[in-house]
C-alpha cells in the first residue's frame, strides 16, 4: 500500500478572456491524508480508501488535493483516470502539463470556468472572472503513466456549509472526494468616503455625492440606511427617512429599503500571487508573439528592397527584437495591473443626499452594511468669502481718458447674497444671461454672478489709475496705466509740383498728423502751412493728432528756378519743392487712385497734356519706363509685392516741364477684404459715381427689405452709410401697402449735388443731399416723385418698379427705367425741378416688328444730343436706341450680347459700355454705328475675374469702368482699354 498526500489550495485568480491561453495560481494550506491503492495495469485493487472531508473551503473559491504520483504501473503501460463533476484534475508528465483540454462550462450557477470565446486575443478585451478553474484541470476521462503527477481540484459551493461529494478513480482504484465550504463572511471591513471627509459644509439645498468601496464579504450582504435626517420634498411620502439615496455599482439609484450587497474580493497576498503569476506568463506570450511579428516584418522589408542575404536578414531581427518585446511586455503589464487594481478595490457604493434648507443646520446619513456603519454629516454655514478674484487680466497701457473693461469672472465660494463695492472704478453683474448697468454704488453679489469691472484712465501721461474690488473681503486691483506723451509725429512727405513761373500760392497735397498724442509745435521754412480750414500761416503753432495740414509756396521768377519748403512737426520735417516750369499736366486712366488686386503685375496707362509747343518726353513708374504713344503712355509692372505698393509716376516734356503723381496698388489673396474693416455690400444693384466728392454711391437690397445707399471712398475704398433708404421710407410717410423698401437704380447729378433713389417696392424717387450724415439725410431727404397712391402726387404718367436711372443734364431730368411694362410706359422721365413724370419710351408696338417684346427696361443711358439707348428685359441681347428727334423712333442699336443688364455711355472713349451678366463681360460699342463690338474679357489679365455683371457706370475722361459685381460683393475697375480688372473696394470672401 502506498501512501499519497493530498494538499488542499485554495486559489484566488485573475482571469483574462479572449486570450488564447490559461493561466493559474494557486496557494498552499495544510495538507489532508489519504490513503489511495497505487493503479496497476491489470485493473486489481486490495482494499477501499476513505478520505477525510475538507470542510474549512472559502466560498466559491478553487480547492486543489496534494499532488500525487502514478506508479506501479507495468512498463509501458496506462491506467484510465476518472474524476465525477464538478471534480477536475490535471497531469504533469516530466515536469509539462498534458491535460491541455479544459473541461466545458457546466450549467450550474455556482461553477464556473474561464475559457477561450473566439474573440481576437487581444489585451483589449481583457475581463475578469471569480471563482474559475485553472488552466489543464479537466473532467474528461483520460490515461496516465508511471511517474504521472496528478492533482484533484473542485470549486467550493458560493453558500456556506454546503458539501460537495464525488470520486476520482484511477485504473480501479477509486477516490472518495468531499469539499465543504465555511461560514459565509458578510462583515466587511472598515470602509472610507473616497475625496471628502466624513463631516462637509455645503450651500442650501446641494445635491451632494459620495463613494466608498466594500471589501472583505465574500457572500451577499445586507445594507441599508439607518440614519437620516435630510430635508425631502414636501411631496415625499414614501418614509419617515429624507431624501438620502444609494447605488450599489452602476445600478440606480435604491430607495432607503434594505438592499443585499454583491460578494467582493479580498486585497490579500494570494490575489497579487495571482497577479504575478499572470504577469509572468502573458509576458512570456507577448515576447513569443512580437518576435514572430519582428521576424515577419524584417523579411517583408528585405523582399521590397530586393535582399535576400539571411546573415543581415538574422542581424536585423536582432537589432529590432529588444524594443519590440520592450513594448509588448510593457502593454501587458499595464493591462493587466490596471484591471487587477481595478477589481481588487471590491464593491463601488454611492451615496446621495440633499444638503438642509436654512443656514446653521446639520444633516447627517448612516450607512448599515453588515452591521458596519459610516456616518455622513452635511452642515450648512453662511458663507460670504469668496474664492479669489482672477480677471486674467495684466496692467494695460491706455490713451487718457480711454476707457477700458476687464474680463468677466465668476463668483464662487459663496452661498448668501455677498457685499460687492468698488473704488476709482465701475462694475457690472451679469445674472442668469441678463447683464445689469455699469454701477460704483455697494451692491450684493450671489454665487454664479459674473462681475466686470470698467475705469477709464487717468489725465497725466505716465500715470495710473487702480480700481479694487471688494467682494465680502476678498479683493482685486485692476491698474490701467496711462500712456507716455509722444511728440513725434509719423513720417509725412508732399509730392514736387511745377507752377508758371511767379506763380503765388502753389499749394501741395493735404497730409494728416498722426503717431502723436499731445499738442505738438508745426513750424515752416520759406513758405506757408495751413491747419484744417484755418488760415495760412508762417508763424510757429501746434498741431493735433488728426490735423490735416497743407503748405504753400510761390513759383520763382525764371524758368528752372526751385523754391524749398521745409516743414517741420515735432522735430520730423519734410520738403515741398515747387520748380518753375511750363505746366505739364497729366492723368492718370488706369488703375484708380487706390485699388487692390491678386496679380503680380500690372498696367499703368495715362495721358498726358504738355504746354504749347512742348511734346511729352518720358515717363517712368517706379523707375520704369513707359510706352509714350503721342500724349498716351504706358507701361507693366510685373513685381508687385504682397501689401501695399505706391507707384510713383513722373513725367517731363521737351520744355522742362515736370508732371508728378502716384497711385497705390494693394496685392493680396483674392479672399481678403478691401479695405479691412467698415461696412460689407450685400445684393448690389446699381453705383453712382460722384466727381465732386470724389465718391461712389453703391446701391445695396434684398428681398428682406432692407435697402440701404453705401458711399465708397475714391481714395481708400472706405465703405460706410450713406442712407437707410428703410428709414428713409418710414420718415416720409410712404404707405402704398406693398411693405417693402426694395430699392434697385441709384443716379448723381452734378447739377444739385444730390442723389436720386429709386424705390422699387414703394414705387417713388427719393432725392437726398450729399451734404451732411447718414442720420441727417433722413431729415433733409425728400420724395422727388412718387406712384399717385403716395402722399406725395407729381404730375403726368405713372410709375411702377423704378430700377435703374440716369441723369439728362441737358434737358434737367432723370430718366427711369421700369420693370413693369404690362402696367405703364417702359421708361419715365422726370423732372428734376417739379417731379412731374412724362412718358419717354411709350409703351405701344415699337416701330420695328422685330422688338414686339414686353417693354421691361432694366437698363438706360443717354446720349449727347436726342439718342438715348435702352436694354428691355426680355430681349436682353440687344440694345435699342430711341431717337428723340424723330419721333422717338425705335431701332436695334447692337445685339450679339448673352444677357445685357447695364449699360452706360462714355462720350470721351466714343463707346457704350455693356455689362453683360450672360457671359460675365464689359463690352464695348462703338458709338458711331453700333456694329464694333469689343469683349473686353477677351483682352484682359485672367486676375480679379468678373463672376456676376449686375451694374455698370463710367463718365467723361475716366478711362475705367465701374462695375457692380453681385457675386463677388464687390466694386471692381474694368480698364476701357487693356481689359485689366482691379478691385476699387470689396468685402471678404
Known amino acids: 500500500m502506498k501512501q499519497f498526500k493530498l494538499k488542499q489550495n485554495l486559489c484566488r485568480n485573475l482571469f483574462l478572456a479572449s486570450l488564447p491561453m490559461f493561466m493559474v495560481a494557486c496557494g498552499g494550506e495544510d495538507s489532508k491524508i489519504i490513503d489511495l491503492e497505487s493503479p496497476n495495469n491489470d485493473g486489481a485493487t486490495t482494499s477501499p480508501i476513505v478520505v477525510s472531508s475538507i470542510d474549512d473551503a472559502r466560498l466559491g473559491s478553487f480547492n486543489s488535493f496534494e499532488s500525487f504520483t502514478v506508479d506501479g504501473l507495468a512498463e509501458g503501460t496506462e491506467a484510465t483516470i476518472f474524476v465525477t463533476q464538478p471534480f477536475v484534475y490535471k497531469i504533469e508528465r516530466n515536469g509539462q502539463l498534458i491535460t491541455l483540454r479544459a473541461t466545458n462550462k457546466p450549467g450550474v450557477d455556482d461553477f ?66 468531499s469539499l465543504v465550504t465555511t461560514t459565509a463572511d458578510t462583515v466587511p471591513n472598515d470602509f472610507e468616503f473616497i475625496g471628502t471627509e466624513d463631516s462637509i459644509s455645503a450651500h442650501l439645498g446641494e445635491e451632494l455625492e459620495i463613494s466608498f468601496y466594500v471589501t472583505g464579504i465574500d457572500y451577499a450582504t445586507p445594507i441599508s440606511l439607518v440614519t437620516d435626517t435630510t430635508p425631502k420634498a414636501d411631496d415625499d411620502t414614501s418614509s419617515a427617512l429624507g431624501s438620502a439615496r444609494f447605488a450599489i455599482g452602476s445600478g440606480g439609484i435604491a430607495g432607503f429599503e434594505d438592499r443585499l450587497l454583491d460578494s467582493t474580493i479580498d486585497n490579500d497576498e494570494a490575489a497579487q500571487s495571482d497577479l504575478d503569476v499572470a504577469l509572468t506568463y502573458f509576458k512570456a506570450v507577448a515576447a513569443q508573439t512580437a518576435a514572430t511579428d519582428v521576424e515577419t516584418q524584417v523579411r517583408k522589408d528585405f523582399l521590397d528592397d530586393g535582399k535576400d542575404d539571411e546573415t543581415e536578414i538574422q542581424a536585423e531581427i536582432a537589432a529590432r527584437l529588444p524594443a519590440a518585446v520592450a513594448e509588448a511586455e510593457l502593454a501587458v503589464e499595464t493591462t493587466l495591473t490596471e484591471a487587477f487594481d481595478k477589481e481588487k478595490l471590491g464593491q463601488l457604493v454611492k451615496l446621495t443626499a440633499t444638503a438642509p434648507l436654512d443656514y446653521d443646520q446639520t444633516a447627517t446619513v448612516t450607512i448599515d452594511v453588515g452591521g458596519v456603519q459610516k456616518t455622513w454629516t452635511i452642515t450648512t454655514d453662511q458663507d460670504t468669502t469668496p474664492e479669489a478674484i482672477e480677471f486674467n487680466q495684466p496692467e494695460t497701457t491706455k490713451e487718457q481718458d480711454e476707457s477700458f473693461e476687464t474680463s468677466a469672472f465668476e463668483v464662487v465660494g459663496i452661498n448668501i447674497p455677498t457685499p460687492i463695492s468698488i473704488t476709482n472704478g465701475q462694475y457690472k453683474i451679469t445674472r442668469d444671461g441678463v447683464t445689469g448697468e455699469y454701477t460704483a454704488d455697494a451692491g450684493l453679489v450671489e454665487e454664479g454672478d459674473k462681475i466686470t469691472i470698467k475705469l477709464a484712465a487717468g489725465q497725466v501721461f505716465d500715470g495710473s489709475v487702480t480700481a479694487v474690488l471688494d467682494i465680502g473681503g476678498v479683493t482685486q486691483e485692476v491698474t490701467v496705466v496711462t500712456e507716455s506723451q509722444d511728440l513725434v509725429p509719423d513720417d509725412f512727405s508732399f509730392d514736387p509740383k511745377n507752377a508758371a513761373p511767379g506763380t503765388y500760392g502753389v499749394s501741395s497735397t493735404v497730409i494728416t498728423v498722426m503717431g502723436i498724442n499731445d499738442a505738438t509745435p508745426i513750424t515752416i521754412t520759406g513758405g506757408e502751412y495751413q491747419i484744417g480750414q484755418a488760415d495760412f500761416t508762417s508763424q510757429a503753432g501746434t498741431v493735433t493728432a488728426g490735423d490735416k495740414v497743407s503748405i504753400r509756396a510761390m513759383a520763382g521768377a525764371t524758368l528752372g528756378d526751385k523754391t ?20 505739364l499736366e497729366g492723368k492718370v486712366l488706369f488703375p484708380p487712385v487706390n485699388s487692390f488686386t491678386e496679380d503680380d503685375k500690372i498696367t499703368v496707362r495715362g495721358s498726358l497734356t504738355p504746354p504749347t509747343g512742348g511734346v511729352p518726353t518720358s515717363v517712368t513708374v517706379n523707375g520704369e519706363s513707359a510706352t509714350l504713344d503721342g500724349n498716351n503712355w504706358s507701361v507693366t509692372l510685373t513685381d508687385l509685392q504682397v501689401g501695399q505698393n505706391t507707384l510713383a509716376i513722373e513725367a517731363k516734356d521737351s520744355l522742362s516741364g515736370l508732371w508728378n503723381s502716384s497711385v497705390t496698388v494693394t496685392r493680396g489673396a483674392v479672399t481678403d477684404a478691401f479695405p479691412a474693416g467698415g461696412e460689407s455690400f450685400v445684393n448690389m444693384e446699381d453705383v453712382a459715381i460722384d466727381m465732386d466728392a470724389q465718391k461712389y454711391y453703391v446701391m445695396s437690397s434684398t428681398s428682406a427689405n432692407d435697402a440701404k445707399v453705401f458711399e465708397v471712398d475714391m481714395a481708400t475704398g472706405a465703405r460706410s452709410l450713406f442712407v437707410d433708404v428703410q428709414v428713409l421710407q418710414s420718415d416720409k410717410g410712404i404707405d402704398k401697402g406693398k411693405k417693402g423698401t426694395r430699392s434697385m437704380g441709384v443716379a448723381y447729378s452734378s447739377l444739385d449735388k444730390e442723389v436720386y433713389v429709386g424705390n422699387f417696392k414703394d414705387d417713388a424717387v427719393y432725392q437726398i443731399p450729399v451734404a451732411g450724415d447718414a442720420a441727417g439725410r433722413i431729415t433733409s431727404g425728400s420724395i422727388l416723385s412718387a406712384h399717385p397712391a403716395h402722399s406725395k402726387v407729381a404730375n403726368g404718367a405713372q410709375m411702377h418698379d423704378p430700377v435703374e436711372m440716369d441723369i439728362d443734364t441737358e434737358r434737367n431730368l432723370l430718366i427711369v427705367a421700369t420693370e413693369n411694362g404690362t402696367q405703364l410706359t417702359g421708361v419715365i422721365a422726370i423732372d428734376l425741378a417739379s417731379g412731374d413724370r412724362s412718358n419717354f419710351m411709350p409703351n405701344k408696338t415699337p416701330n420695328n416688328k422685330a422688338l414686339s417684346v414686353a417693354v421691361d427696361v432694366d437698363g438706360v443711358a443717354g446720349d449727347t444730343g436726342d439718342r438715348y439707348f435702352f436694354v428691355r428685359k426680355g430681349s436682353q441681347t440687344e440694345v435699342v436706341m430711341i431717337d428723340l428727334a424723330n419721333g422717338n ?68 475722361g475716366m478711362g475705367y469702368a465701374v462695375v457692380v459685381d453681385r457675386n463677388s460683393n464687390a466694386l471692381v475697375a474694368v480698364d476701357l482699354s487693356t481689359g485689366d480688372r482691379v478691385f476699387i473696394s470689396k468685402n471678404a470672401n
Open 564 to 583: 524749398n519748403v521745409t516743414l517741420d512737426i515735432g522735430g520730423v520735417t519734410a520738403d515741398y519743392v515747387v520748380t518753375a516750369a511750363l505746366q
Open 889 to 956: 423712333a425705335e431701332s436695334v442699336f447692337a445685339t450679339g450680347f448673352g444677357d445685357a443688364q447695364s449699360i452706360d455711355v462714355n462720350r470721351s472713349a466714343g463707346m457704350l459700355v455693356v455689362g453683360d451678366n450672360g457671359d460675365n463681360a464689359i463690352k464695348l460699342v462703338s458709338l458711331a454705328d453700333g456694329s464694333s463690338i469689343t469683349d473686353l474679357s477677351a483682352t484682359g489679365s485672367d486676375k480679379n475675374a468678373l463672376k456676376q455683371v449686375a451694374a455698370i457706370a463710367t463718365e467723361e
Open 112 to 177: 464556473q470556468i474561464f475559457y477561450q470565446d473566439g474573440s481576437n486575443g487581444d489585451l483589449d478585451s481583457l475581463k475578469l472572472y471569480t471563482p474559475r478553474i485553472p488552466v489543464g484541470f479537466t473532467s474528461f476521462t483520460s490515461t496516465v503513466q508511471n511517474g504521472d503527477v496528478v492533482t484533484v481540484g473542485a470549486i467550493a459551493s458560493v453558500e456556506p456549509s454546503t458539501s460537495i461529494s464525488g470520486q476520482a478513480k484511477v485504473g480501479l482504484t477509486e477516490v472518495p472526494l
